[in-house]
């Protein structure tokens, strides 16, 4: 069921939010200062590629001071913009029967792309 439900992602949208998020992390890594960031959202764009059967979870580490300081730093900078529109779109899908699944996958995606460091991404 998850390869089918990943293959219809791709096609109707997934790959494009895929793209985006790659382009959008390697223009992050041109900086020095925006590398961990850059390597967090090519990580979320990998996971916008084939959502279905993955998970976000706390990692295994605890969240420390470097990381809490850069969630903060990513919420000013536009993670809430991102999480925003996730958000919406998980609403948008979760409107009809057949686009529940899609609108949770967004959902997971938002809290990955709202606090990215200290949660990972499980695959079962």
Not at 14 to 19: K, Q, Y
Not at 73 to 91: D, F, K, S
């Amino acid at each position: 069921m998850n390869l089918i439900g990943n293959i219809i992602w791709v096609v109707f949208g997934g790959l494009f939010i895929s793209l985006g998020y790659l382009f959008g992390g390697l223009v992050l890594c041109l900086t020095i200062v925006g590398i961990p960031f850059g390597l967090k959202v090519m990580r979320l764009g990998l996971f916008a590629l084939w959502p279905f059967g993955g998970e976000v979870t706390q990692g295994d580490k605890p969240m420390g001071c470097l990381a809490l300081l850069l969630n903060v730093i990513w919420i000013i900078c536009g993670g809430i913009e991102v999480a925003i529109g996730h958000l919406t779109m998980g609403v948008i899908f979760c409107i009809t029967i057949i686009g529940i699944p899609f609108g949770l996958q967004h959902f997971k995606l938002m809290v990955l792309a709202l606090m990215p460091f200290g949660h990972e991404v499980v695959r079962k």
